[in-house]
């Protein structure tokens, strides 16, 4: 058996590197799909139009429901829409 030379060596070694350059690009195409699916980007028309209508409703159930209420079930409201989009984008591909 011979041993390895060092020109071997220094050509795995760049293999090595490239093939962790390749994972670690792969790695950041797949964390901002995610974003994207979750946080789609908006127009500034449709982001100051939802704004308005999410603070009218908030204005408008605050004194109906209470503030603990409120909060609770808008939590819940941002969790499950949350994974709505999730499954949309997953289910796109």
Do not use: C, N
Not at 32 to 47: H, K, N, V, W
Not at 61 to 81: C, D, E
């Amino acid at each position: 058996m011979s041993a390895p030379s060092d020109l071997d060596l220094a050509h795995r070694k760049a293999l090595l590197t490239t093939r962790s350059s390749l994972d670690r690009m792969r790695l950041t195409l797949a964390v901002r799909e995610i974003q994207s699916a979750i946080a789609p980007a908006q127009s500034a028309e449709t982001l100051a139009r939802s704004r308005g209508t999410a603070s009218a409703l908030v204005g408008f159930a605050l004194p109906l429901v209470g503030t603990r209420r409120l909060s609770r079930w808008l939590r819940v409201a941002t969790l499950a829409l949350t994974a709505f989009r999730i499954a949309r984008h997953w289910r796109r591909y």
